[in-house]
């Protein structure tokens, strides 16, 4: 959303219009943004090697990029089942329109 916003010229002249976007967050733009910081801020502290050793492989990693990996993999599983619960709201009202 774009508001006006007037700025007055020296000496009581006419003012002239300046565009002035206007930045609007939500909550969830808010946490989003608090979390990243965090996950950052973490990421930064920690770049010391770890072992991993997951099913049938063993190997060394910076915990920093264990880090990132694991907050990758958490986001694509969470948009997944908000994608999969849209679908299945978008069937059911479908279904609902047919009825």
Do not use: K, Y
């Amino acid at each position: 959303m774009i508001s006006l916003a007037l700025a007055a010229l020296s000496g009581g002249s006419p003012a002239c219009m300046v565009i002035v976007p206007e930045l609007r967050l939500s909550g969830g733009a808010i946490a989003s943004g608090a979390g990243i910081g965090a996950l950052l801020t973490f990421m930064v502290q920690n770049t010391d090697d770890v072992r991993v050793s997951f099913l049938a492989w063993d190997f060394t990693l910076a915990v920093w990029l264990l880090t990132l990996a694991s907050a990758l993999v958490g986001a694509v599983v969470w948009i997944g089942l908000g994608v999969l619960r849209r679908h299945r709201r978008r069937v059911a009202r479908r279904e609902a329109r047919r009825d």
